[in-house]
Every structure is written in C-alpha cells, then in structure tokens.
C-alpha cells in the first residue's frame, strides 16, 4: 500500500447550519463563535490539503450546507455529507464510505488548529505501513483528534460515550476486543474555554501556524482582555 | 498527561535538550518531535528542556510554554521531564514552573540568580522559589557558579536538603566540583541524612570519576547521549573499567564539544548530523562554526566512527 491510496477527513459542523463553540458562548457571542469555527475549518482545511499523495475530504452536516462549504474550501478537497445519527454512526458510515476507495483514512477533527501535521503524517504512515490497525490522537479532555483506519469496524464507534473524558478509553477497550493493533499519536489539546483561547494564542505565536485562525484571535482576545479590565 | 513527579531515587541520563530553530531564527517545533525521538531512541532516562544550553534565556515566555508542551506531547509519559525555568523575576520563574507542572512535566530545575553571596542569602532565594511555586512541585537545583557566580558550600547544600523536602536533586557541575561530590555524599550518609539524586553537567567531562565518587548519572547534552547510556548502564552493573573505556572512545569529540562559548554550535552541528534537527542554527547571541572548525569536526567524528567500529 502506499500513501497515494490513502483518505484523510475533516469532521465538520458547517458553521452557521449548526451550533459550534457553544461552550465558549460566552465569553464569545454566537458570531464571534461562528467567524471562529469558520477559521479553525480553513487552517484545518489546508493544513490537509498540504499533506503530500493524500486524497482530502471534508466530511460535513447538514448536508444543505453542501454549496455554501464547497464554496469556502480550498480547491481539491472532496465534500462528502455527513450519514446517521450520532456521532458513531457518522464515523462508521465515513469509513465505510472512504474505505471502499482508500486502503487507508484517518479522521481528523477540527478543534485544534495549531495540531502538528507532521503527528498526521505519522498517523498515516503507521497505517501504510501495516504497523498499526488503528491510529488514535489523544486529547487531553480525553476524547481524540484523530482516528485512523485501514478496514471499516463499527464496534470502534458503537456504545462510545462521546463527549465525555473516557471516549479515548472505551475506544480503546474497543479496540483490544477486536485485537486490533493500536499507534497512539502524541497528545493534544481542543479549545472549549477561555484559556484554552489564551494557549491556542500562544501557540499560533510562536508555531506561526494557522493564519485564519490567528487573524480572528487576535481581535477577540483584544476584546476579551478590555472587557475583563472594565 | 502522566502525572509522574521526580523523586530522590532519579537515576540515569536525562540530557539537556537542544532547542531547535529554523535558519531565520524560529523556533522548529517539528524538529523539535525529531529530537525527542532521537533522545528516546538511546533509551534516556528522562530528558532536561530549557537548560542553558537549550538556549532558555533567548526565548520568550510563550515559545518556553510550547517547547515544554510539545515534547510532553511527544513523550506521551515514557521518561521524566524536567523543565528549566531559572529567571531572575520570580514571578515568571513561577508561571513558568507551574505551567510546565501542569502541563505534566516532573520537575522544575532552578538555579540562582546572580548576585546572591553567602549561604544564608542562598537558602533564603531557594525558600522564595518554594514559596513562589506549586506546593509539592520537585526541584532540581541547578549548581553551576560558573555561571552564576553563586557558590553552593556543602553546608549550604545540607541544610536546602534538610529545610526543603521538594529538593530532589543537585544538578552538579562545579569545579573544580570532585572534593565537593564526595563530601556531600560520605556527609549526608555519615548524618544518616536524605540522599537526594545527583546527575552531572559540566559537558560530562569528569562523568567516570563523578560516578565513582556517588553521582546518580549524567544531565549533559553531549550529541552522542548513547555514549552517557552506556557508562552509566555499565557502572550500574558493577563495570568500572568497562564503563571507563566506552567514555574513553567519545572523549576527543566530548572535549571538542566542551569548548566555552563555541561548544552549543558544535554539539548542534553534531544533532544536525546524525539527523535529529534539521538544522543547526543558533540563536543571537550564538557563534557559529568556521569552515576550519566543520573540518575538525569532520575528522573527529571520522575517527570515532572508526573506534566504534574496531
């Protein structure tokens, strides 16, 4: 198998079609929270479609939202709606979907905009050379960022309890039941508060990384930092 | 993140990191992965970020809180971290140090700022820094007058142990510093007081004979940290003699590296090399290496190349 064959996806609301950030509302109003998600999206976005020999998708809900997202990604990157109820049955329906074609995917998230890539490329490479069959990017909250595959396995995605700090765990669980092979990727972290906003700012400074999202962040943090003075 | 804190029983090597940058002078996070891979694949004990030759004073706060959170990242737990966090402003000493705590490194090096005469003046700043930080975080002091102009007396030394249990270690590199190793050693044992860690700086220059006198390992950046694994792996097992003659075969490249001054760029170039950074560069105020200096270098890496092979 080599890389060319391989998917990677970019799991995404569409911004303005379904709430997102809604734990950073407040500090940041339902615009600011929206214009946010929007950039995180794009600097995802090219952050995958900078990845050599790798086919990018953006796998989206609702799937009205189609020509509004087709009309902000960057050219080359396939869209492809998001299937089922729930966050389990969208992952398992993606692989099914991606694997038919890939011999390979891996499902990236959209919270972290300054995520290594080069710990994706990692990620993909064990797939590609068979020395895992699932790849995982912890986040610190406990779920991931990442999850890849090379064969289509529900049980990953059934019964998770997502949104809580033991997704990692139960997957992982999962996974040995299934006596899959497992490559952790390094840990990272998703931005659900304020501080984690003060962070994410340090680390655009100092990375250089994800040029959208850093544009917004400065403004927002200005008027965080004047709002808390007053 | 592992929530592993050093204690008294830390043994072993835990190089000082080199801090990568790009060419233009930017901090290279993904060298950075690079790096630690490299570290981790000598089977290191632990590994020491923001030393002085990791360049430390040259970064800002927010490329100080990247660098520690990247390589725990990395580490993902499989050694300690200590993270060095010395600053003459206190209150950046502890944001810092609780930064990186948090983050999940497993202690906190501090050495003193300059300045400080007499032992009573120095155990004073080290009872500020407890003060200053987390309760419970380890600490690492970092001894090393010849950058700090601050003497640490043995007597000094046994009572920081005896007033602050957090002091888990003594980062050692005085000189001449021999004497010194043992006395603390055969005192603390005669006193029937803490035995706390020592790991040794200095370049490792000294490294047989600071094992032989009670150090724990090495907290050097020396760019073949195989080398450190192995003495020390050899003199834990009872092979003096054996450790000695591995050390013996880097000791031309280990002295070339140890030049003041010059030494960072060198033991960079060396990284650069054998494929652990991308590139060598360092930051201003650096010097870098002439084209005489690359043709040494070249040499001395020829020549041990070929004893390693014999």
Redesign the interface.
């Known amino acids: 198998m080599t890389r060319s064959t391989q998917a990677v996806a970019v799991m995404a609301k569409a911004p303005g079609w379904l709430p997102v950030k809604s734990r950073l509302q407040p500090p940041l109003s339902a615009d600011e929270a929206r214009a946010l998600a929007t950039a995180f999206l794009l600097d995802r976005l090219d952050g995958v479609t900078s990845l050599s020999a790798v086919a990018a998708v953006l796998a989206f809900a609702p799937a009205e939202a189609e020509r509004a997202l087709r009309a902000l990604a960057p050219p080359g990157v396939r869209l492809l709606a998001q299937r089922g109820e729930g966050l389990g049955e969208r992952l398992t329906h993606l692989f099914d979907d991606l694997l038919t074609e890939h011999a390979g995917a891996l499902a990236l998230d959209t919270d972290s905009p300054t995520l290594p890539m080069a710990w994706v490329e990692d990620g993909l490479d064990a797939l590609a050379d068979d020395s895992a069959d699932v790849v995982l990017g912890p986040s610190e909250d406990g779920g991931y960022w990442a999850i890849g595959l090379r064969a289509p396995c529900p049980a990953l995605f059934v019964a998770v309890p997502w949104s809580t700090d033991r997704v990692l765990e139960t997957t992982l669980a999962r996974a040995a039941a299934e006596n899959l092979r497992v490559r952790l990727l390094p840990r990272w972290f998703d931005i659900d508060t304020e501080a984690d906003l003060r962070r994410l700012g340090d680390d655009i400074a100092v990375s250089r990384r994800a040029p959208r999202t850093a544009a917004l962040l400065s403004a927002l943090t200005a008027r965080l930092a004047a709002e808390t003075a007053r | ?1 592992s929530t592993t804190r050093l204690d008294e029983t830390a043994r072993g090597v835990f190089p000082i990191s080199a801090t990568p940058f790009t060419p233009d002078g ?2 290279d ?2 060298s950075l ?1 690079r790096l630690v891979d490299f570290y981790l694949a000598r089977r290191v004990h632990g590994l020491t970020l923001l030393g002085i030759m990791g360049e430390a004073p040259k970064l ?1 706060p ?2 100080s ?2 660098v520690v ?2 390589a ?3 580490i ?1 737990g499989r050694v300690p971290i200590v993270v060095g966090v010395s600053n003459v402003d206190l209150t950046a000493l502890a944001a810092l140090a609780n930064d990186s705590m948090a983050a999940g490194a497993a202690a906190v090096m501090v050495a003193p700022p300059p300045g400080l005469v007499g032992d009573d003046a120095l155990l004073a700043y080290i009872g500020s820094v407890v003060t200053a930080i987390d309760r419970g975080t380890p600490i690492v002091y970092q001894d090393y007058p010849q950058s700090t102009g601050v003497t640490l007396t043995v007597e000094a030394f046994h009572r920081m142990v005896d007033a602050f249990p957090q002091l888990v270690m003594l980062k050692h590199e005085d000189a001449p510093g021999l004497t010194k190793l043992s006395r603390i050693r055969a005192e603390a044992a005669h006193a029937g007081r803490r035995r706390v860690s020592v790991l040794v700086g200095n370049n490792a220059i000294y490294y047989p004979q600071e094992l032989a006198r009670g150090a724990d390992g090495a907290m050097t950046g020396f760019s073949y940290p195989e080398m450190l694994v192995e003495v020390y792996e050899r003199f834990a097992a009872g092979d003096a003699d054996g450790a000695e003659d591995v050390f013996d075969v880097y000791l031309p490249l280990l002295r070339y590296e140890a030049q003041p001054g010059i030494g960072l760029a060198v033991r960079k170039e060396l990284l650069r090399r054998r494929g652990a950074l991308a590139s060598s560069a360092v930051r201003t105020p650096g010097l870098a290496l002439s084209a005489e200096d690359r043709r040494e270098l070249d040499r001395l890496v020829a020549r041990l190349e070929r004893r390693l092979k014999a």
Do not use: I, K
């Open positions: 993140m930017a901090l996070l993904d992965d800002t927010a490329e809180r990247a959170r990247r725990v990242a990395r993902g």
